[in-house]
């Protein structure tokens, strides 16, 4: 009998208490779809929040099995969540999801088969990939995202066309060495591409981002494009292929 691999799927959640109760529900559809093939995991950290969403995670998952809570007394942002999922997880692969079910959550299913069947270290969810498609974003925030990802694609000359996703699943033993050092959302870039710069192996999913229904965007625009930059140019002065 073939010994069941295990993923841990993690969720970052800051003042989102309007999408708990909705994604209670797309994530036990997920667990329903995976749980006969997979030994799952789900990880909800509340970051922070001043809002009443880890009282709402109580009353939705705290009696739900498999699915378990941490709470960040203070906002530690996605560089916070990455570390804190990443120490606390111990699964075969570990998943990144957003909370507001930008991406669809049942993409993890074959993203994850895909990681097992080819023995891929990294799944990148690609909505800009020419296969990939977006749905109700605006026109700008798509045009910043395009330009962003093509200067990282030049910069470390990798066939790449989306590094920014927070939907990924990595091998975890691949990446549990890795030191991130933002904090904001360009640290999920950093993750992906420090584990591209260890020569792991990867491969894009081309999928559909949406835009989310209820409650608001935690992205700060300018203070996230300059953080971009920094990291840019971090890696300009240290990839001599550029």
């Not at 066309?161 to 640290?187: H, M, P, R, W």
Request: include cysteine; glycine fraction near 4%.
């Amino acid at each position: 009998m073939v010994e069941k691999k295990s993923l841990t799927i993690c969720i970052p959640l800051f003042n989102e208490e309007e999408v708990v109760e909705e994604l209670e529900k797309n994530l036990t559809l997920l667990y329903e779809n995976l749980k006969n093939f997979y030994l799952v995991h789900f990880l909800l950290v509340n970051d922070g929040s001043s809002d009443s969403t880890l009282s709402k995670l109580n009353i939705f998952f705290k009696e739900k099995e498999n699915f378990f809570i941490l709470n960040h007394e203070v906002n530690k942002n996605l560089g916070g969540f990455l570390k804190t999922s990443i120490n606390y997880s111990s699964t075969d692969y570990i998943a990144f999801l957003d909370s507001d079910s930008t991406f669809d959550p049942q993409l993890i299913k074959p993203m994850l088969e895909i990681a097992i069947e080819r023995k891929i270290d990294i799944v990148n969810a690609s909505h800009l990939h020419p296969s990939g498609s977006t749905l109700g974003v605006p026109y700008w925030r798509k045009f910043i995202s395009i330009v962003a990802n093509t200067v990282y694609r030049l910069i470390l000359n990798v066939k790449i066309y989306t590094f920014t996703s927070i939907l990924k699943i990595y091998k975890l033993e691949k990446i549990k060495d890795i030191d991130i050092q933002y904090n904001g959302f360009v640290a999920v870039t950093e993750l992906f591409v420090k584990g591209i710069l260890k020569n792991l192996t990867y491969l894009e999913y081309p999928c559909t981002l949406t835009t989310r229904i209820k409650g608001s965007s935690k992205i700060k625009f300018r203070r996230t494009i300059i953080t971009h930059i920094k990291f840019m140019w971090n890696l300009v002065q240290k990839n001599s292929n550029f």
